[in-house]
C-alpha cells in the first residue's frame, strides 16, 4: 500500500509558477515510476509527467514541455513538479500516481486525493 499526499497548489495568475510536492508514505518509493496527472472541470484526467524509479528518464506531454518539469528525491520519498509561465488552460486538480508507464499510458494504481491548481487574472 502506498499513500501519496500532494500539496503546493494554489491561485496564480498567467505566466506565474507553482511547485507541486507529492510526498510518498512508503518503504519503496524507488520500486515506482511515479507520474504526474490533471482533472479539470468537466473533462477526464490526463497525463502531465512521468519520472523513472531513479529519475535518470523522464517524459512530458506537449503540452508542458519546456514548461513543467518533473523531478524526485528517493531520500525524502518525495515528487515535484515545477510549472513555469502557466496559463489558464493549466488549471486542473493535480494529482500524483505511484506507478505508472513512463508515457502514461498505464496508470498506477495508486493515487494521491489531488491538489487544485487554478491559473486566472
Known amino acids: 500500500q502506498v499513500q501519496l499526499e500532494e500539496s503546493g497548489g494554489g491561485l496564480v495568475q498567467p505566466g506565474g509558477s507553482l511547485r507541486l510536492s507529492c510526498l510518498a508514505n512508503?518503504?519503496?518509493?524507488?520500486?515506482?515510476?511515479m507520474g504526474w496527472f490533471r482533472q479539470a472541470p468537466g473533462k477526464e484526467r490526463e497525463f502531465v509527467a512521468a519520472i523513472s524509479r531513479f529519475g535518470d528518464q523522464t517524459f512530458h506531454v506537449d503540452a508542458v514541455k519546456g514548461r513543467f518539469t518533473i523531478s524526485r528525491d528517493n531520500a525524502k520519498n518525495s515528487l515535484y513538479l515545477q510549472m513555469e509561465s502557466l496559463k489558464p488552460e493549466d488549471t486542473a486538480v493535480y494529482y500524483c500516481?505511484?506507478?505508472?508507464?513512463?508515457?502514461?499510458?498505464?496508470?498506477?494504481?495508486?493515487w494521491g486525493h489531488g491538489t487544485p491548481v487554478a491559473v486566472s487574472s
Open positions: 512508503t518503504l519503496s518509493f524507488s520500486d515506482y515510476n
Open positions: 500516481n505511484a506507478g505508472p508507464s513512463l508515457n502514461g499510458i498505464t496508470r498506477g494504481i495508486f
